[in-house]
């Protein structure tokens, strides 16, 4: 099994500013195979990135995905009030698909 | 837009069997192109894939409950379900239903997911 590790747990940002998630696999995963979600209280995961790179429909061009390997990377470029929330990364490459523990994402 | 919506009980005894439906509206659970999973969410044990099936029938489903697990397609009812056995306090948690990308799209990823529905395993 892949296990995905995040970094920070926690992130303070102002809005306006820069976040960038890490998720790191233990593993090689390849880009293809990794997503990144957004979950606000109460609601579900909403997809942001797939393939490591690619937005999903409606998601404003201030999120980027990068990474190789097993190294990957979410950052949002000026942060709206609207993008505080959890991120999780997830790999599908192999069998059992699997989540990273997730980074808060909070106003500073 | 396809959406996606849980239905099922809240509440469950310890030992007994958990079955969620998942409606599919504004598309089709009969296509090649994509596949239906069930994720869990809990405290304790994060966002957890529990399973996917496809359009054939064909499940892919996560080792650590592959003993307790099925899956079914309900094509004329545009509906796909989950069973679980042999249900514990562990199995507490919030039940998701998704979309899933199939190989034709260089990937599988999940989306869009249902709201989501809780369910308490308790006596």
């Known amino acids: 099994e892949i296990v995905l590790t995040q970094s920070p747990g926690t992130l303070s940002l102002s809005p306006g500013g820069r976040a960038s998630v890490s998720c790191r696999a233990s593993?090689?995963?390849?880009?293809?195979?990794l997503a990144w979600y957004q979950q606000k209280p109460g609601q579900a995961p909403r997809l942001v990135i797939f393939?490591?790179?690619w937005r999903a429909s409606g998601i404003p061009d201030r999120f980027s995905g990068s990474g190789s390997g097993t190294d990957f990377t979410l950052t949002i470029s000026r942060l709206e009030p609207e993008d505080f929330a959890v991120y999780y990364c997830q790999q599908y490459a192999s069998s059992p698909y699997t989540f990273g523990q997730g980074t808060k994402l909070e106003i500073k | 837009q396809t959406q996606l919506q849980e239905s099922g009980p809240g509440l469950v005894k310890p030992s007994e069997t958990l079955s969620l439906t998942c409606t599919v509206s504004?598309?089709?659970?009969?296509?090649?192109?994509?596949?239906w999973a069930w994720i869990r969410q809990s405290p304790g044990r994060g966002l957890e894939w529990i399973g996917t099936i496809e359009d054939s029938g064909s499940t892919s489903l996560n080792p650590s409950l592959q003993s307790r697990v099925s899956m079914s397609v309900d094509r004329p009812k545009n509906q796909f379900s989950l069973t679980l056995r042999s249900v514990t306090a562990a199995d507490t948690a919030v039940y998701y239903c998704a979309r899933q990308a199939g190989e034709a799209l260089g990937g599988y990823w999940l989306d869009p997911w249902g709201q989501g529905t809780p369910v308490t395993v308790s006596s």
């Open positions: 593993q090689i995963v390849s880009s293809r195979y």
């Open positions: 393939g490591a790179s």
């Open positions: 504004g598309g089709t659970v009969s296509s090649s192109t994509y596949y």
